[in-house]
């Protein structure tokens, strides 16, 4: 009776999660999404405790049960509540390499016990026991030293001593071989447990080989290409868990695993759409790459008033939001801006939105959304490009990789072949942020040489408040 209800839960649960991935599909349905999603944990966390507890042969107690609950939830409200705005996309790569790293450490428990307690010998039962462990491991240890070295990489560096230091984006060839050698290495090692599943040595140098593929896969992954890198580990951390699910036949977990590892892989599939790669090449050719190039070339600043006066004339405007936008946290101020030059100017306005600009997939929609700007004003790459051609003014804030010409022409960039914001063709270019330094890619940008190209420096936010000012008083 009681394994019908933790059927029964498990099934509502799976159900709460596909019903929460279809309401993601759309910013205006993305919140119920996301509540549907936690209800589903919710209804699984619930039914697992009832499984592992109440049923024969259950082995945890409440004691462990009450402090995982308790630990678990304060480390991670701590982490939701103090992080910043911008530390959003670290958080999300390091919370990639939890889901991995869990999956795998259940992996362990479960092929321990089951090897102390059955001491099985090889057949098919054991095969498809070590074969999910295995794999479980091989995808949940490499994801989570991926995502560790992915954060740090989001970061924009490794703290050694106290001191940052960019963690390097080279592609040494000779580091492709040594990847597939340990790739193939893991998959003896597994072939080998499947002839002696006792030997539990296979299962510790399964995990060691795969932690260090974690790091060779995302060590010289280039800066231009990481949204397709985190997008991977978000859908390895799925198909880890996955994996543990089938050890086990705990069917919520392979079905909550089999959904992030899919939906991950179709992020995949539009982020590597998104820069014009392959995936094959991002992982092994790992051309995005570059070392930081230093600040060569200087420009005089534009002020608040010249864009004031600029935007008044301008019968389209088309604002196209970048990084910076999440650093200065100046999305409200964008808001008003765009509503002030449609209801004062008549100013036909509208916002480019690239599909990697930010350090997040989303992150652009995520802040424009908080701001209540409605989603038909936002437009994607293919959608706003040809826009560009007959438009006053094209408003860059704390955009730059994603607007850098370089893309088009220069074959030695680690950004060249990624489709970018044609924002160059617009009559004039407003570029707004702090200084000349390079973006994520650690590339100089020539757009701001241009002569239809105007900066204006200093900080998004009080360029805007300045600007607002300006424009009420005109
Ligand atoms: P970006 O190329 O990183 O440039 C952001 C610019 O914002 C910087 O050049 C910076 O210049 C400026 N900035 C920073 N703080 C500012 C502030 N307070 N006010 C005004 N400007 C400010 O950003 P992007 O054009 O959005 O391109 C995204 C890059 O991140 C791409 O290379 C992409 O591949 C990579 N990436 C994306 C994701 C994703 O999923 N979206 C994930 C990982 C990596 P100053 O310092 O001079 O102000």
Redesign the pocket.
């Known amino acids: 009776m009681l394994e019908d209800w933790v059927a029964f839960g498990y099934l509502i649960s799976a159900v709460l999660f596909v019903i929460g991935l279809k309401k993601l599909g759309h910013p205006r349905t993305a919140p119920k999404g996301n509540q549907y999603g936690m209800m589903g944990m919710t209804v699984a966390v619930i039914t697992t405790i009832i499984n592992m507890h109440f049923l024969p042969g259950g082995i945890v107690g409440w004691t462990i049960i009450g402090s995982g609950l308790i630990i678990g939830s304060l480390i991670g409200y701590t982490m939701a509540a103090r992080v910043e705005m911008t530390g959003m996309?670290e958080m999300v790569a390091l919370f990639n390499g939890f889901g991995g790293a869990a999956s795998a450490l259940v992996a362990l428990s479960e092929a321990w016990k089951w090897i102390e307690n059955t001491s099985p010998e090889p057949g098919l039962a054991a095969t498809v026991t070590v074969v999910a462990v295995g794999l479980s491991s091989l995808v949940g240890w490499m994801t989570l030293t991926g995502s560790v070295l992915a954060m740090y990489k989001?970061k924009g560096g490794i703290e050694v001593f106290g001191k940052w230091i960019r963690t390097p984006t080279w592609g040494p060839t000779w580091l492709n071989p040594i990847k597939g050698l340990l790739f193939i290495s893991v998959l003896v090692m597994i072939y080998l447990s499947i002839e002696e599943p006792t030997n539990t040595n296979y299962i510790w140098g399964i995990i060691a080989i795969s932690c260090i593929l974690g790091i060779v896969l995302v060590l010289p992954i280039g800066?231009?290409?990481?949204?397709v890198v985190?997008?991977l580990l978000n859908s390895l951390s799925g198909i880890a868990a996955a994996f543990t699910g089938f050890i086990f036949n705990n069917s919520v977990l392979i079905v909550a695993g089999s959904l992030v590892g899919a939906s991950g892989l179709i992020l995949t599939n539009i982020?590597c759409r998104a820069?014009n790669r392959q995936l094959v090449d991002v992982l092994f050719k790992s051309f995005g790459g570059s070392e930081k190039q230093e600040l060569t070339r200087t420009k005089m600043g534009s002020d608040a008033e010249e864009v004031a006066m600029m935007a008044d004339g301008a019968q389209k405007i088309i604002i196209v939001?970048?990084?910076?936008?999440a650093?200065?946290q100046?999305q409200h101020q964008v808001k008003e801006f765009a509503d002030l030059m449609a209801e004062k100017f008549d100013t036909e306005v509208k916002f480019a939105i690239?599909?990697?600009?930010?350090?997040?997939?989303g992150?652009?929609n995520v802040l424009l959304a908080e701001a209540n700007i409605p989603y038909e004003q936002l437009k994607d790459l293919d959608e706003i490009n040809p826009e560009f051609e007959d438009c006053d003014v094209a408003l860059v804030?704390?955009?730059?990789?994603?607007?850098?010409p370089a893309a088009r022409h220069d074959t030695t960039s680690p950004?060249y072949g990624?489709p970018i914001l044609d924002v160059d063709k617009s009559r004039t270019v407003i570029i707004?942020?702090?200084?000349?330094?390079?973006?994520?890619?650690g590339i100089q940008?020539e757009l701001f040489g241009f002569d239809n190209s105007i900066m204006v420096?200093?900080?998004?936010?009080d360029?805007l408040q300045q600007l607002l000012k300006d424009l009420k008083e005109l």
């Open positions: 996309p989001l800066g231009a290409d990481m949204p985190v997008s982020m820069m939001p970048g990084y910076g936008m650093v200065s100046c690239h599909p990697v600009a930010g350090r997040m997939p992150h652009m804030l704390g955009a730059n990789d994603v607007v850098n950004i990624m707004n942020k702090r200084t000349m330094n390079t973006g994520f890619a940008n420096f200093g900080d998004a936010k360029m």
